[in-house]
Nanobody, 125 residues
Framework: QVQLVESVGGLVQAGGSLRLSCAAS????????MGWFRQAPGKEREFVSS????????YYADSVKGRFTISRDNAKNTVYLQMNSLKPDDTAVYYC??????????????????WGQGTQVTVSS
């Protein structure tokens, strides 16, 4: 099992930027993919982005492509989500997630077995 601790989110104006981080412990960090998901009020949790074990492959939801960038530092056991050009529709609780054992790639929720506590991101118009 992997333990995940996310950074505090925040309140930002539309068009602004915010960077989330998530520190992992419990399994060798470079052996599993990492992802970010989000859940807006009244909506189901949705995929935002993921990154492969080595960091060489990334995936993005269409809604954030070109605005968000996922990265990882395997030496620091940390994954990041840089969010630029934020919109009110990006308001949600953001969760980082660690892929299940042996998975270097992942996009669907079923690919991920460990979850952070969630952090609130609010974008004002």
């Amino acid at each position: 099992q992997v333990q995940l601790v996310e950074s505090v989110g925040g309140l930002v104006q539309a068009g602004g930027s915010l960077r989330l981080s998530c520190a992992a412990s419990g399994r060798t960090f470079s052996t599993y993919a990492m992802g970010w998901f989000r859940q807006a009020p009244g909506k189901e949790r949705e995929f935002v982005s993921s990154i492969s074990c080595s960091g060489g492959t990334t995936y993005y939801a269409d809604s954030v492509k070109g605005r968000f960038t996922i990265s990882r530092d395997n030496a620091k056991n940390t994954v990041y989500l840089q969010m630029n050009s934020l919109k009110p529709d990006d308001t949600a609780v953001y969760y980082c997630a660690a892929a299940r054992s042996g998975r270097c790639y992942g996009e669907g929720e079923n690919d991920f077995g460990s979850w952070g506590q969630g952090t609130q991101v609010t974008v004002s118009s």
